[in-house]
T-cell receptor, first 112, second 109 residues
């Protein structure tokens, strides 16, 4: 069964460093999402992406964040200058033609 | 703004018990998702509902669009069902999901 994959599974970085989180969505899906979950809190929407552009973003998704699909398969989330409060689990999801979202296993980001 | 409320927050059951987790949302949606999150953190999609009822194995999900309410039922619960169950309401295609806080289920042998 096709699945969404994410790399790395765990990323440790120092405050102020740039990180890139990678996702490979399911191949015939067209909508892609990033969500995050701070430890002990609920999952929050960050951004949705369609046709090589952002279709919707939340208040969390400020200028420090960017997304792109550089090569038609990878879908990346970049955080330019990480802060301590960016520490969270980041989930990528892709949406089937039937509107069902499939989640990746997540990347745990730890900012020290 | 859509709010998603789940109850209970925590649930402990004995193996074999029938379990119900409830979810209410505040605005009209085109789809409601039930998700399962294991201690390692990964999320698995269980159901997506826009109306009626769906069944997969021992899991049943129902939705009442008029009442803006959905339930997830687990029949003959088993310790391996122990996880956090999350309800998420969304607008279907192009629609981001709004998540509930989750229900932590623990099934004792």
């Amino acid at each position: 069964e096709p699945e969404v994959t994410q790399t790395p599974s765990h990323q440790v970085t120092q405050m102020g460093q740039e990180v890139i989180l990678r996702c490979v969505p399911i191949s015939n899906h067209l909508y892609f999402y990033w969500y995050r979950q701070i430890l002990g809190q609920k999952v929050e929407f960050l951004v949705s992406f369609y046709n090589n552009e952002i279709s919707e973003k939340s208040e969390i998704f400020d200028d420090q964040f960017s997304v792109e699909r550089p090569d038609g398969s990878n879908f990346t989330l970049k955080i330019r200058s990480t802060k301590l409060e960016d520490s969270a689990m980041y989930f990528c999801a892709s949406e089937s033609p039937y509107n069902e979202q499939y989640f990746g296993p997540g990347t745990r980001l730890t900012v020290t | 703004k859509n709010e998603v409320e789940q109850s209970p927050q925590n649930l402990t059951a004995q193996e074999g018990e029938f379990i119900t987790i409830n979810c209410s949302y505040s605005v009209g949606i085109s789809a409601l998702h039930w998700l399962q999150q294991h201690p390692g953190g990964g999320i698995v999609s269980l159901f997506m509902l826009s109306s009626g009822k769906k069944k997969h194995g021992r899991l049943i999900a129902t939705i009442n669009i008029q009442e803006k309410h959905s339930s997830l039922h687990i029949t003959a619960s088993h310790p391996r069902d122990s996880a956090v169950y999350i309800c998420a309401a969304g607008g279907g295609s192009q629609g981001n999901l709004i998540f509930g806080k989750g229900t932590k289920l623990s099934v004792k042998p």
